[in-house]
């Protein structure tokens, strides 16, 4: 059982550059979830879903898109990177609801944007 | 105000001390509650869940009070290895979202 995994681990992108980082899980969850934490800050949620073909927008998804075709993938793409991009995205799955309540995270991924 | 507020700390405490961080939430609606621990340049992981009547889990307690909207979370025996940031967690009633705090530090001094 891998739980969470994300891709690519680090990255450097030059200011217009696109990329997606890659979310997959596979506990079968249908609720995952993108987040972004700066430096000293808590994580703001980017975008989430509730299952395949579901999404909506957190609270931070200005400059991001997000797609969910299969219950285990769950894609971050970024259109026309800027520096305010920097940070460190963590993408999150899990059940929702009663005692089962919680989230697992992946390992995150450091972008930067120079 | 903020959703979900913790004093970023740092709390310094020797090996062994009992240590306690609280958390406020302004949301009255909100429904279930977490502490997490991050340790540096990792994910946040799940500590454990606060539930109305409080809960125990080996040197860790977690109480909720919602009269006062705060979650606390006390750690007895202190070790060096509790060093980590606590990111306390909540998440309003009919939503799916998670607020997160900006957590509280802290290290255990041997």
């Known amino acids: 059982n891998a739980g969470v995994t994300q891709t690519p681990k680090f990255r450097i992108l030059k200011i217009g550059q696109s990329m997606t980082l890659q979310c997959t899980q596979d506990?079968?969850?249908?609720?995952m979830y993108w987040y972004r934490q700066d430096p000293g800050m808590g994580l703001k949620l980017i975008y989430y879903?509730?299952?395949?073909?579901?999404?909506d927008k957190g609270e931070v998804p200005n400059g991001y898109n997000v797609s969910r075709s299969t219950t285990e993938d769950f894609p971050l793409r970024l259109e026309l990177a800027a520096p305010s991009q920097t940070s460190v995205y963590f993408c999150?799955?899990?059940?929702?609801?009663?005692?089962?309540?919680?989230?697992?995270f992946g390992p995150g991924t450091r972008l930067t944007v120079l | 105000r903020k959703e979900v507020e913790q004093d970023p700390g740092p709390f310094n405490v020797p090996e062994g001390a009992t240590v306690a961080f609280n958390c406020t939430y302004s949301n009255s609606a909100s429904q279930s509650f977490f502490w997490y621990r991050q340790d540096c340049r990792k994910e946040p992981k799940l500590l454990m869940s606060v539930y109305s009547s409080g809960n125990e889990d080996g040197r860790f307690t977690a109480q909720l009070n919602r009269a006062s909207q705060y979650i606390s979370l006390l750690i007895r025996d202190s070790k060096l290895s509790d060093s980590a940031t606590y990111l306390c967690v909540v998440k309003p009633s009919g939503t799916y979202k998670y607020i997160f705090g900006t957590g509280t530090r802290l290290k255990v001094l041997a």
């Open positions: 879903s509730v299952g395949a073909g579901i999404t």
């Open positions: 999150a799955s899990g059940l929702a609801g009663g005692r089962a309540d919680t989230q697992y």
């Open positions: 506990m079968n969850h249908n609720y």
